[in-house]
Nanobody, 129 residues
């Protein structure tokens, strides 16, 4: 089992920045990917970024490319999402999620929420105009 705890959400004005962190505990040596998802009221949960835990390869949603940066610190068992140039449409609850190693990931599904087994409790991000 892996437990994920997010931090770093809050309120910011449009154009501002926030940095989210996710600390993993438990069987962290068994992680394959760590991703960040968000869910706004009335909308489906979507992946904004994900990173390979071993290789560091990154993937981003088009809506955040050039503004958000995902990273991981293997020594600290932590992942981070640096969010710059925030927009009101970025307002959502942000979730950290992880794929355990050994999982079979169908081609093209690394940003699909169904691929992720472990989830954090979420942290609110509010961007005002």
């Amino acid at each position: 089992q892996v437990q994920l705890v997010e931090s770093g959400g809050g309120w910011v004005q449009a154009g501002g920045s926030l940095r989210l962190s996710c600390v993993a505990s438990g069987r962290t040596f068994g992680l394959n990917f760590m991703g960040w998802f968000r869910q706004a009221p009335g909308k489906e949960r979507e992946c904004v970024a994900t990173i390979s835990w071993s290789l560091g390869s990154t993937y981003y949603a088009d809506s955040v490319k050039g503004r958000f940066t995902i990273s991981r610190d293997n020594a600290e068992n932590a992942g981070h999402l640096q969010m710059n140039s925030l927009k009101p449409e970025d307002t959502a609850v942000y979730y950290c999620a992880a794929v355990p190693s050994g999982s079979i990931i169908p081609r093209g599904s690394i940003m699909d929420r169904l691929t992720y087994r472990y989830w954090g409790q979420g942290t609110q991000v509010t961007v005002s105009s």
